[in-house]
Structure formats: structure tokens, C-alpha cells
């Protein structure tokens, strides 16, 4: 039997089924996860179905409850860290901290207002556009953020007046079933149900006659489908992808100046985050300075087990995801491509991999074309900025990018030619929950956070009183 419990109508269900949850630090099975059953799923929309009616009146009681959502997260921060650390990798202050940043995502939410806006009032009809909620969401998340992710849909959704069903990825699913626990001991029954299975449990999600609408984060490929899922009953759905995301240095920049920062956009969680850099694009007067600063920040940084003092970098999460980031390294270094730091696996066990640095290496290339979530970066030279924009754009990604330049207008000038969600200037990975995140073309449909984030748990209704 799991330890960790699946809630359904704010209780703890045991399952006759489990699956192995690996620690991608040994590569070995450290625990086994509840496996959800058909049955069980009915019976979780089914009581998201029933809570609606309740929570959806009551806004006052929804936000007081969100509050007390986040301060439960916060206070759980250091319970939840292991958890996480354990099945996911990252070292445990970072899964502490995204923990704690859960709470910071629900107490932004408790105080967002739902507006409503008056469109006609004249001797005819007082009229406004209210935002109402859909009903029952059914929510699925990725392996690399799997609480603060989880997060970006449970506030806005609740807030809104909806009820939920979340299932995590099968890789890491013990800190969310925690965090469902945890909530349960807040929220009223069948607010939030939060199940887990494999890949499977998540067709069975998007196929279900209950929810109204479908919230994805996750893969290109999986967010496809999941789209085609939705289509026949007309859920809604909003759809948070991959990335490739481009980073342009300026060729005023002092490639020491900006070596941390570009170095940590790329790296942070591994590599593992859907709008890390994933391709710098560097003029061919500062290439060699700006490959060496960031091969010594690569040689610097302290890979290992997430418990030990000091490591920055933990194992790639799973072993297709290892298998993918090693591919991927070697099809480069066999095209030409030059590893200046790492290029190989860190042996003794679990899916360490050492960070690596690519240069001599082009567009056209699969890790440059493609998305390698994972700790290795190409750094690719340009001639002629004009040039550097289009091959930046001219992919199917359109997540976030980043430039950098000693003139932040100058930098923002070329930030606005790029053709994604988020465009950032002397930064990359900045995210806040007042900002809208999200991806044109392949890289997603809708947006999270912000209030741009809460309208898409919403529809708009006219609420027309006549005068006349
Ligand atoms: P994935 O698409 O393999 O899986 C994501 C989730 O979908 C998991 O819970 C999985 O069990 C479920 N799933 C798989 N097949 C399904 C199906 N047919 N129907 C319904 N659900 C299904 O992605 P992953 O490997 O877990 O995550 C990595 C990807 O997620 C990367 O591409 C990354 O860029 C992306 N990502 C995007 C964002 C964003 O906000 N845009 C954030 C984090 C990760």
C-alpha cells in the first residue's frame, strides 16, 4: 500500500493498485504511488461535480479558504521538501522553496479581484459583463515543477468558483498527492480531488463527460492530443507546452557581466524548466569570451544528491529524459560540435549528467532545433543581428527569449521582435504570479497567472436589467 493517499471528497482513498516512484538520484524504485482506478475517477469528478454547487456561491468563503491554503503550504514548506527532492531531484532547499512558493501563488490569488465591468447604463438597461465560473476542471502537470505548477491552476481555478480534479505526472507524483492531503485538512470535500496514475489515467481525464475544462501543462506532443481530446465535447482547455527558448547577446555586452545570469536562465532545475534558455545566439566578436564564461560557471557548479551541503544541480528526473539530453549531446558532438565542459554522464548511479557547454555548433542541429530539457546549452555565433531575430523565430516554439545588451532599450527594441509569450531584457526565467505566462505557435493556447490567468477559468456572461 502507498503511504502518500489520493483525496477524493476530501478523503484519503486507498487504491488496490500501486506503481513505483523511482529516486533519480539512485535510478531505483523509493517508494510506490497510489494508481487510480476508472471507478475512482468517476467517483472524484463526481464529488468536484457535487462541491460545485456549494462553492461556486460563496466568493467571500472562497478566498478566506485561499488564504488559509496558502499559509498551510507555507507551513508545510519543510515536510514537503523531502518529498519532492526525493522523487523529482532538485536539491531541498529549491524543493522547499517551490513548496513555499505554492503558498505565495494561492495568498496572490485569496486578494485578486474578479471584475466586472459595466457596459451600458443609460433610460434603457443597466448591463455589465460578469465572469462566471465553468465547472469542474480537470488539471494535469508535468515532472518538473510539479507543486508550483499545480499551484498556477488550483488558485485562479478555485477562486474563480470552480471545483478541481488534478493528477501530477506518474515520475512525481508524492509531494502533489501530499499537498492534496494537506488541503483537504482547508478546503471543503471534493473541491480539490487529486489522483494518480500513468499516462493513461490522463486520456481517461480528458475523456470524461464531467469537466468543463481541461488545463495542461506538459509536452508538445501530449498537449496535442490532449486538444483532440477535448474537441468532440467542447471542453475548454488551455495549453502550457514546450519551449526553445532563444537567448541574443548584444554586441556591447561584457560577457563576464552577464555570464551568471545567462548561465542560471539556462540551468536553473537542471535545465528542466520550459522556458529555460535553450540556445544562446552570440556575435562572432565576443563568441569565444562569452563560450569560456559560461564553461566556467559550468565547471564551477556542484552536481549531486539533492540532500548534500552545497549541490546546485541535481540528476535529470527520469532515464528517457537522461537518455534524451545524452542522445542529443552526442548526436551534436558527432555533427562537429564541440563540448567545452561536460559532455557525458557523471557515473556511480542515478541520472547525473555534468552540465555542458556546446560551441562550434549551428541551427540545424537537434539540440538546437529541438527541445532538450536538460543540462546542456548550444551557443551558436551570428554575423548580422537581423539574422540572429529570424533564426531565433523561425521555429514552431514560441514560449519566452531573452536579449542582452549594456543598453536596455536597445535590448528591448530586439526583445519585441521576438515571436514568443515573454521577452525578456538583462533576464531570463523571471517569473511572478502578476504576469501572464504563456506560449505563441506550438508552445501553448491561453495563459496562467495574473488575471489573464484567473479569465481562463471563467466565461463571460451579459447580465442585462432592463429599464425601460
Ligand atoms: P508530458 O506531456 O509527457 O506529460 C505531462 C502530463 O501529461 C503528465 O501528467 C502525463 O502523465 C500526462 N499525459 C501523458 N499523456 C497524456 C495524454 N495522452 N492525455 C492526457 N494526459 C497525458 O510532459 P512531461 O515530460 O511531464 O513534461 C515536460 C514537458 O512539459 C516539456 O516539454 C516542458 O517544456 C513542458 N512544460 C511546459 C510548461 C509551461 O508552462 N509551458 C511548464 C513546465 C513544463
Not at 83 to 89: K, P, R, V
Not at 312 to 321: E, R
Not at 335 to 340: F, L, N
Not at 412 to 420: D, G, K, M, S, T
Request: glycine share 10%; charged share 20%; proline share 6%.
Amino acid at each position: 500500500m502507498a503511504e502518500i493517499s489520493m483525496t477524493i471528497d476530501g478523503a484519503a482513498v486507498p487504491t488496490s493498485d500501486t506503481f513505483g516512484v523511482i529516486n533519480p538520484a539512485t535510478g531505483e524504485v523509493h517508494a510506490q504511488a497510489p494508481d487510480c482506478s476508472k471507478g475512482q475517477l468517476d467517483a472524484a469528478f463526481e464529488s468536484a461535480n457535487k462541491a460545485y454547487r456549494d462553492w461556486k456561491a460563496d466568493e467571500g468563503l472562497r478566498r478566506e479558504l485561499l488564504h488559509k491554503a496558502a499559509d498551510a503550504m507555507f507551513a508545510a514548506a519543510g515536510e514537503l521538501g523531502p518529498i519532492l527532492m526525493a522523487e523529482q531531484g532538485k536539491p531541498l532547499n529549491e524543493a522547499a522553496t517551490e513548496a513555499f512558493g505554492a503558498g505565495i501563488w494561492f495568498k496572490y490569488y485569496a486578494d485578486l479581484q474578479i471584475p466586472r465591468e459595466v457596459i451600458q447604463d443609460d433610460d434603457n438597461a443597466f448591463a455589465e459583463v460578469i465572469r462566471r465560473p465553468l465547472g469542474v476542471v480537470a488539471a494535469i502537470t508535468p515532472w518538473n515543477f510539479p507543486l508550483v505548477l499545480a499551484s498556477w491552476k488550483i488558485a485562479p481555478a478555485l477562486l474563480a468558483g470552480n471545483t478541481m480534479v488534478l493528477k501530477p505526472s506518474p515520475y512525481t507524483p508524492l509531494a502533489t498527492l501530499k499537498m492534496g492531503e494537506i488541503l483537504a485538512g482547508v478546503l471543503p470535500p471534493g473541491v480539490l480531488n487529486v489522483v494518480s496514475g500513468g499516462d493513461e489515467l490522463g486520456q481517461w481525464m480528458t475523456s470524461h463527460p464531467v469537466p468543463r475544462k481541461i488545463s495542461f501543462t506538459g509536452s508538445v506532443a501530449t498537449g496535442k492530443q490532449v486538444a483532440a481530446a477535448a474537441a468532440p465535447d467542447l471542453k475548454r482547455v488551455t495549453l502550457e507546452l514546450g519551449g526553445n527558448d532563444p537567448a541574443i547577446v548584444l554586441d556591447d555586452v561584457d560577457p563576464a557581466a552577464i555570464a551568471d545570469k545567462l548561465f542560471w536562465g539556462a540551468f536553473q532545475n537542471n535545465g528542466q524548466v520550459c522556458s529555460a534558455v535553450k540556445r544562446v545566439y552570440v556575435p562572432e566578436r565576443l563568441y569565444d569570451g562569452v563560450v569560456e564564461a559560461l564553461a566556467e560557471k559550468a565547471r564551477s557548479v556542484k552536481v549531486g544528491e539533492g540532500s548534500t551541503e552545497g549541490v546546485q544541480l541535481g540528476p535529470i528526473n527520469n532515464k528517457p529524459q537522461f537518455d534524451r539530453v545524452s542522445e542529443l549531446v552526442a548526436d551534436a558532438v558527432k555533427g562537429g560540435a564541440k563540448a567545452v565542459t561536460g559532455g557525458k554522464a557523471i557515473d556511480g548511479g542515478g541520472y547525473f549528467y555534468e552540465p555542458t557547454i556546446l560551441a562550434d555548433i549551428s541551427d540545424g542541429t537537434r539540440i538546437v532545433d529541438e527541445e532538450q530539457f536538460g543540462p546542456a546549452l548550444p551557443v551558436i555565433s551570428y554575423r548580422d543581428l537581423d539574422d540572429a531575430v529570424e533564426r531565433a523565430n523561425a521555429t514552431h516554439f514560441g514560449l519566452s527569449g531573452s536579449v542582452w545588451s549594456a543598453d536596455p532599450d536597445r535590448g528591448a527594441e530586439v526583445a519585441a521582435r521576438l515571436e514568443c509569450g515573454t521577452a525578456w531584457v538583462n533576464a531570463h526565467l523571471a517569473l511572478a504570479p502578476h504576469q501572464p505566462f504563456g506560449g505563441a505557435k506550438w508552445s501553448g493556447i491561453g495563459v496562467e497567472n495574473g488575471p489573464w490567468g484567473l479569465y481562463g477559468f471563467t466565461e463571460l456572461q451579459v447580465l442585462y436589467r432592463s429599464k425601460a
